[in-house]
C-alpha cells in the first residue's frame, strides 16, 4: 500500500496523537499552523515538514494568503488528505480541499459543523427538535421572533466554538441594545430561546456515512456555565444500556446523517428540556472534543479517538476497510478548573480510581475510572468541594462576545 501525505491544520495546540498515529501507519505529515504556536511541544518525530500561518484568522485576505502560500508548497509537494484538528479550521481545511480538488468535506457541508445558524436551519428542515431561534439579518424578523418567544434568550456567535462570546439577554430591551452593539458584525450571530435541561455530549466515529462509535456523556457543569459562572467543569458517561443513552445515539445518527457526516469524529451537544422533557440539539462539530473530553472517553472506552480517527482517515484514504476497536465500557468522570496556584499539588489526590491527571499551568484536572458509577458520581462531588476549597480560581469574561 503506498504511503500518503496528509497535511494536518491546527492553529491550536492540539492532535498530537493524530499526528503520531497517521505517521505509525508509513504515512507523510505536515503540520500546518499559526506562526505563535511554533515552539509549542508539537510531535516533531511525527511531523515531516511544519508550514506557519502569520494570521490564523478565516477572514478572506488571511484565507486566500494561505491558498497562496499553500499553491507554491504544492509545487513540489503532493498532498493525499487535508484533516483540520480544530473547530477554527474546519473552514481551512474545506477551502484548501475545494481549491486543490482534495477528497473529503467540502464548504458547503463544513458549514454544517461550524455555522451555528446553518445547523439549527439544517437540523429543523429534516425534523429535528432545536431550541426556537433566529438569524439576526432582517430587524421585523427578530421582532417577531422576541414577540412570539419567551426570555431568556441567547446571542450566540455562529463560528464560535462552546461558550465563546454566548450573552443571555432577559428582555425586549436588552435583546435590542446587545444587538445594536454588534454593528455590522450582527449578521454573524444569532439569537435563541434559552432553554433550561440537562445537557448531553456525544462523541463519535463516522465511518462510510455511518456512526461506528459512540459514548453520551452528561455535563453536570456546562461549559457556558462554567466560562459564565466561574464554575468548575465536570462531566460523566452514561451507562450503556438505558433509554435516554438509546434516545441519545438515535438523535445523533439523525443529526449526523443530516449533515451529511460520511467520515470523521464528532463531537456534539443535546439538552433535555425541563420545559417538555423532550431533547433538542445545541450544536456538532467534526472533531474531537476539546477540554480533555478525549481522555474521558477514552478512559471510559479504551479508545482513543484521535488515534482512531487518524486510523480511519487513513482507510478512507487507501481504499481499505476500516473496523473500529471493540469497546472496553466503563464509568468515568471529568473534572477541571482554574487555579490560583501556577502549578497546583494534585498529589494530595490519592484514590485508586485517578486514571489520569491534567499537566498544565494554572489549572487542575482529574480523570477517574470505575465499574461503579455511583463511586464516580462521589468522587465528582467530593473533588468539586475539595477544588472550590483549596484551588479554584475563576477568569473574568470578556464584555462583549469576539466576533
Not at 71 to 88: C, E, G, N, Q, S
Not at 95 to 121: C, H, N, S, V, Y
Not at 155 to 180: F, Y
Not at 301 to 311: H, T
Request: charged letters at 25%; aromatic letters at 10%; hydrophobic letters at 40%.
Amino acid at each position: 500500500m503506498p504511503a500518503l501525505t496528509f497535511l494536518c491544520v491546527a492553529t491550536y495546540f492540539k492532535g498530537e496523537e493524530f499526528m503520531r498515529a497517521c505517521k505509525e501507519l508509513g504515512n507523510t505529515v505536515y503540520l500546518l499552523t499559526d506562526q505563535k504556536l511554533a515552539e509549542k511541544a508539537w510531535p516533531r518525530e511525527a511531523i515531516d515538514e511544519f508550514f506557519f500561518l502569520n494570521s490564523p484568522s478565516n477572514d478572506t485576505e488571511s484565507l486566500n494568503e494561505m491558498i497562496l502560500g499553500l499553491a507554491h508548497v504544492m509545487r513540489t509537494r503532493k498532498i493525499d488528505r487535508v484533516v483540520a484538528l480544530d473547530d477554527f479550521d474546519v473552514e481551512k481545511g474545506a477551502l484548501i480541499r475545494e481549491t486543490f480538488r482534495i477528497p473529503g468535506m467540502g464548504q458547503t457541508t463544513a458549514r454544517f459543523f461550524r455555522d451555528k445558524l446553518a445547523m439549527r436551519m439544517r437540523a429543523a428542515s429534516d425534523g429535528i427538535r432545536v431550541p426556537a431561534f433566529s438569524s439576526l439579518v432582517n430587524d421585523e424578523a427578530i421582532t417577531e421572533f422576541l414577540r412570539s418567544t419567551e426570555a431568556p434568550w441567547l446571542l450566540k456567535p455562529r463560528s464560535e466554538a462552546s461558550a465563546t462570546g454566548i450573552r443571555k439577554v432577559q428582555s425586549l430591551e436588552e435583546a435590542w441594545n446587545v444587538i445594536h452593539s454588534l454593528g455590522d458584525h450582527r449578521h454573524e450571530f444569532l439569537i435563541e430561546q434559552f432553554k433550561p435541561g440537562r445537557v448531553y455530549h456525544v462523541d463519535s466515529l463516522s465511518y462510510d456515512g455511518n456512526v461506528v462509535f459512540t459514548r453520551a456523556s452528561q455535563y453536570l457543569a456546562t461549559p457556558m456555565e462554567v466560562a459564565h459562572g466561574g464554575g468548575v467543569f465536570r462531566t460523566v458517561n452514561l451507562p450503556l444500556d438505558t433509554e435516554e443513552t438509546e434516545a441519545l445515539k438515535q438523535l445523533n445518527t439523525n443529526v449526523l446523517k443530516a449533515f451529511g457526516m460520511r467520515h470523521s469524529a464528532s463531537h456534539s451537544e443535546y439538552i433535555r428540556s425541563e420545559h417538555d422533557g423532550e431533547l433538542y440539539f445545541l450544536e456538532t462539530a467534526s472533531r474531537v472534543g476539546g477540554a480533555h473530553i478525549a481522555e474521558l472517553v477514552e478512559a471510559a472506552s479504551g479508545i482513543n479517538l484521535w488515534r482512531e480517527w487518524a486510523i480511519l482517515e487513513n482507510a478512507v484514504a487507501s481504499n481499505q476497510p476500516y473496523k473500529v476497536p471493540a469497546d472496553e465500557p466503563h464509568y468515568a468522570g471529568l473534572i477541571i478548573s482554574l487555579a490560583r496556584q501556577q502549578w497546583p499539588d494534585v498529589s494530595v489526590f490519592t484514590e485508586p480510581e485517578i486514571w489520569w491527571r491534567l499537566n498544565r499551568d494554572y489549572h487542575v484536572g482529574l480523570i477517574v475510572r470505575s465499574d461503579n458509577q455511583a463511586r464516580i458520581m462521589e468522587l465528582m462531588d467530593t473533588y468539586m468541594h475539595r477544588i472550590y476549597t483549596e484551588f479554584h480560581a475563576s477568569a473574568p469574561l470578556p464584555d462583549k462576545p469576539t466576533s
